[in-house]
């Protein structure tokens, strides 16, 4: 599975140690992070982590790539005190909300959704994935 993580800056450290944590689930999918969350979480677990650009850049990417159904699963780290501009974040979530990906934006939610992934009850993505394929061809 493709995997997206973004962290809020307050939330950095939470999603790094969950990382930490789930080392060894994380290390069995492909992981896409914007910037500074995507360093920290390499050089704290050395998982490879494609990095992509820092701040609302690297969420505009995301956004990209769950429109093109090749991302399978995000989480996004919010602080919910401190809210700036929650633009693109709504932006990012009403994409997960039309092509149906699985998110968590605490970090409750991402360990329910990590002990799904790990059971394997989010394969349904990857048929869903092929059988879109066939109808393409």
Avoid at 19 to 43: D, N, P, W
Avoid at 117 to 131: F, T
Wanted: charged fraction near 25%.
């Amino acid at each position: 599975m493709n995997i997206a993580l973004i962290a809020n800056d307050t939330k950095k450290e939470l999603m790094t140690h969950f990382c930490i944590a789930y080392c060894g689930v994380f290390g069995k999918h492909t992981l896409y992070a914007t910037g500074s969350t995507g360093r920290m979480i390499q050089e704290s677990t050395g998982l490879p982590v494609q990095l992509l650009y820092s701040g609302q850049g690297g969420v505009e990417q995301v956004e990209s790539m769950v429109s093109c159904d090749e991302i399978d699963l995000l989480m996004l780290f919010r602080d919910g005190i401190n809210t700036g501009d929650e633009t693109e974040e709504n932006n990012l979530l009403r994409l997960c909300d039309v092509h149906n990906i699985p998110v968590a934006t605490n970090i409750a939610t991402a360990e329910a959704l990590i002990h799904a992934m790990e059971r394997g009850d989010l394969e349904w993505r990857e048929i869903q994935k092929a059988s879109r394929k066939q109808i393409e061809w």
